[in-house]
C-alpha cells in the first residue's frame, strides 16, 4: 500500500467511527501539493460529504496571516516592531496589570512597569490572555461585565494584561492588537488590507471574516461531544457584522487557500 492510499484508509477510518466529523488534510512543498484528501461529513447532523473545498473557521490559524500582513508594514516601514505601541494605538498606551481582587472582589490594577511593543504582540509576551486558560481573567470578565473576545465587540478588548510586558510567554488576544495596528497605520480594515496584500496576490478567493453565500454552501459545522461522549453538531457562527475583525481567530478559509499562505511562507 503507497503511503497516500493509506494516509486515505486512516483518515476514513476514523471519520467513519465518528470519531471525528470530519477532515480535509492537505501537505505540500514549497512548490507542489504532495497529498489532499476529504473523507467524513461537514456537518453530522446533515447529509453534506466533506469536500476539498469546504470552508472552516480557521479560529487561530488567522494569527500567522495578521502578523504577515503586519510585517508587510514593518518592512515598509509604516510599522516599528520595538517602538511602544501605545503611540499608534492609545488603548495601548497605559497598560493595567491585573494583580488579583480585593476582598469585595473588585479587580486590583497596577500600571505595566514598561510599555508594550509591537515585537511582543506579535510573540505573545505583551502580558495579554484568554479567559479560557487564565481563571483570573475570566473572573475579571464576570465581575466587570466585559465580553468575551469572541463578541468582536471593541469592549472586550479593554482587559488588562496579566503580567508586565516582555516578562512572560502567555497566550492571548495579542495579536487582535496587531490588527488594530495594521488597520492604523494602512488606513485600511483589516478585511480590506488583508485582502488586497494576501489574499488576492495568492489566489485566496475562499478566505474572509465575512462568509459569503457561495462559502456558506461549503461551510463546515461546529461540533461538541455529548454528555455521552458522541460528537454533536453544535450552534456557532462568529459575528458577521463585527465591530472590528478579529485578527487572533476571525477568518473563514478552505484548505487549498490555507496552503497557499504556508506556501508564500516556505518561499520567503
Same mark, same amino acid.
Given at each position: 500500500?503507497? %503511503?497516500?492510499?493509506?494516509?486515505?484508509?486512516?483518515?476514513r477510518?476514523? %471519520?467513519?467511527?465518528?470519531?471525528?466529523?470530519?477532515?480535509?488534510?492537505?501537505?505540500?512543498?514549497?512548490?507542489?501539493?504532495? +497529498?489532499?484528501?476529504? &473523507?467524513? $461529513?461537514?456537518?453530522?447532523?446533515?447529509?453534506?460529504?466533506?469536500?476539498?473545498?469546504?470552508?472552516?473557521?480557521?479560529? =487561530?490559524?488567522?494569527?500567522a496571516?495578521?502578523?504577515?500582513? *503586519?510585517?508587510?508594514l514593518?518592512?515598509?516601514g $509604516?510599522?516599528?516592531?520595538?517602538?511602544?505601541?501605545?503611540?499608534?494605538?492609545?488603548?495601548?498606551?497605559?497598560?493595567?496589570?491585573?494583580?488579583?481582587? #480585593?476582598?469585595?472582589?473588585?479587580? $486590583? !490594577? /497596577?500600571?505595566a512597569? @514598561?510599555?508594550?511593543?509591537? /515585537?511582543?504582540?506579535?510573540?505573545?509576551?505583551?502580558?495579554?490572555?484568554?479567559?479560557?486558560?487564565?481563571?483570573? !481573567?475570566g473572573?475579571?470578565?464576570?465581575?466587570?461585565?466585559?465580553?468575551?473576545?469572541?463578541?468582536?465587540?471593541?469592549?472586550?478588548? $479593554?482587559?488588562?494584561?496579566?503580567? #508586565?510586558?516582555? %516578562? @512572560?510567554?502567555? +497566550?492571548?488576544?495579542?495579536i #487582535?492588537?496587531?490588527?488594530?495596528?495594521?488597520? *492604523?497605520? =494602512?488606513?485600511?480594515?483589516?478585511d480590506?488590507?488583508?485582502?488586497?496584500?494576501? &489574499?488576492?496576490?495568492?489566489?485566496? @478567493?475562499?478566505?474572509?471574516?465575512?462568509?459569503?453565500?457561495?462559502?456558506? /454552501?461549503r461551510?463546515?459545522?461546529?461540533?461538541? /461531544?455529548?454528555?455521552?461522549?458522541?460528537?454533536?453538531?453544535?450552534?456557532?457562527?462568529?459575528?458577521?457584522?463585527?465591530e &472590528?475583525?478579529?485578527?487572533?481567530?476571525?477568518? +473563514?478559509?478552505?484548505?487549498?487557500? +490555507?496552503? @497557499? &499562505?504556508?506556501?508564500?511562507?516556505?518561499?520567503?
Amino acid at each position: 500500500m503507497n %503511503s497516500q492510499a493509506q494516509i486515505d484508509e486512516v483518515l476514513r477510518r476514523i %471519520s467513519d467511527a465518528q470519531e471525528i466529523p470530519g477532515v480535509v488534510a492537505v501537505a505540500a512543498t514549497g512548490d507542489d501539493v504532495l +497529498y489532499q484528501g476529504a &473523507f467524513g $461529513k461537514r456537518d453530522l447532523s446533515k447529509p453534506d460529504a466533506m469536500t476539498a473545498d469546504s470552508v472552516f473557521w480557521i479560529a =487561530s490559524m488567522t494569527k500567522a496571516v495578521t502578523t504577515a500582513g *503586519a510585517m508587510q508594514l514593518v518592512e515598509q516601514g $509604516k510599522l516599528s516592531l520595538d517602538t511602544p505601541i501605545g503611540e499608534l494605538l492609545p488603548d495601548l498606551a497605559r497598560p493595567q496589570v491585573l494583580e488579583g481582587f #480585593d476582598a469585595t472582589g473588585k479587580p $486590583k !490594577l /497596577r500600571p505595566a512597569r @514598561r510599555p508594550i511593543t509591537l /515585537r511582543q504582540l506579535m510573540t505573545h509576551t505583551a502580558g495579554f490572555a484568554y479567559n479560557m486558560w487564565n481563571g483570573d !481573567l475570566g473572573t475579571y470578565l464576570e465581575k466587570t461585565g466585559t465580553p468575551p473576545v469572541t463578541t468582536c465587540q471593541n469592549a472586550a478588548l $479593554k482587559t488588562p494584561i496579566m503580567s #508586565d510586558p516582555g %516578562s @512572560r510567554w502567555e +497566550y492571548g488576544t495579542n495579536i #487582535d492588537f496587531v490588527g488594530k495596528a495594521v488597520e *492604523a497605520a =494602512s488606513g485600511k480594515r483589516l478585511d480590506a488590507y488583508l485582502r488586497d496584500n494576501l &489574499f488576492a496576490p495568492l489566489g485566496m @478567493r475562499d478566505t474572509g471574516f465575512r462568509i459569503t453565500d457561495d462559502m456558506r /454552501r461549503r461551510l463546515v459545522g461546529m461540533h461538541a /461531544r455529548d454528555e455521552n461522549g458522541q460528537l454533536a453538531s453544535i450552534p456557532f457562527e462568529l459575528e458577521q457584522e463585527p465591530e &472590528f475583525h478579529m485578527g487572533g481567530g476571525g477568518l +473563514y478559509s478552505t484548505a487549498g487557500d +490555507y496552503i @497557499r &499562505f504556508t506556501q508564500m511562507i516556505l518561499n520567503n
